[in-house]
């Protein structure tokens, strides 16, 4: 058994009414379990958190030599701007099956970044590298419906492609 709501929207702007319709497509998607939440803009000041290149670059190298999928997801988020990666695009870059479970995900980022801090690379309250995404208005267990990179790590790897480019002259691609 359905609701109907109905409601006069005559009088309503076309960026009221745009908006109305934008809203109940994203409920629909959230009941549907099918929820993205939207592309964050890269704000022109990010606060910043203590990520650093050397810190960066550390757990990187370390998340290299065996976890390949965690940076898939960290340089997907970078690249696409927004520092978000869906799950589904998890399992795209991981090649997983339907039935993997993503729990733990997460883990060897955040023992690489504790290692980084313990070096003194990163402060001990900096944000995390890999952020799962939960549903807040769901209690108790549920799967991660993606996962975040900091804006602040988003921001200062745009600022890294562009100092390497300007070194190689602008040719980099």
């Given at each position: 058994?359905?609701?109907?709501?109905?409601t006069d929207v005559t009088d309503?702007?076309t960026q009221a009414r745009t908006?109305?319709?934008?809203?109940?497509?994203?409920?629909?998607?959230?009941?549907?379990?099918?929820?993205?939440?939207?592309?964050?803009?890269?704000?022109?000041?990010?606060?910043?958190?203590?990520?650093?290149q050397k810190a960066y670059l550390?757990?990187?190298?370390?998340?290299?030599?065996?976890?390949?999928?965690?940076?898939?997801?960290?340089?997907?988020?970078?690249?696409?701007?927004?520092?978000?990666?869906?799950?589904?695009?998890?399992?795209?870059?991981?090649?997983?099956?339907?039935?993997?479970?993503?729990?733990?995900?997460?883990?060897?980022?955040?023992?690489?970044?504790?290692?980084?801090?313990?070096?003194?690379?990163?402060?001990?309250?900096?944000?995390?590298?890999?952020?799962?995404?939960?549903?807040?208005?769901?209690?108790?267990?549920?799967?991660?419906?993606?996962?975040?990179?900091?804006?602040?790590?988003?921001?200062?790897?745009?600022?890294?492609?562009?100092?390497?480019?300007?070194?190689?002259?602008?040719?980099?691609?």
């Amino acid at each position: 058994m359905g609701t109907t709501i109905t409601t006069d929207v005559t009088d309503w702007s076309t960026q009221a009414r745009t908006e109305l319709l934008e809203l109940i497509d994203k409920l629909s998607a959230a009941v549907q379990g099918t929820y993205t939440p939207p592309a964050p803009v890269i704000p022109e000041e990010v606060e910043p958190s203590g990520w650093t290149q050397k810190a960066y670059l550390d757990v990187i190298t370390k998340l290299l030599r065996k976890h390949h999928v965690q940076v898939a997801v960290i340089f997907e988020a970078i690249k696409n701007g927004t520092g978000y990666v869906s799950r589904d695009q998890v399992y795209e870059l991981g090649h997983y099956e339907e039935s993997r479970s993503l729990k733990g995900f997460t883990r060897p980022v955040n023992r690489f970044t504790e290692e980084a801090q313990e070096k003194g690379l990163l402060p001990d309250d900096a944000e995390d590298l890999l952020l799962p995404d939960y549903d807040p208005a769901i209690k108790g267990f549920q799967r991660a419906r993606g996962f975040f990179v900091p804006m602040e790590v988003v921001k200062l790897a745009e600022e890294w492609k562009a100092l390497a480019e300007k070194e190689k002259g602008g040719k980099a691609s």
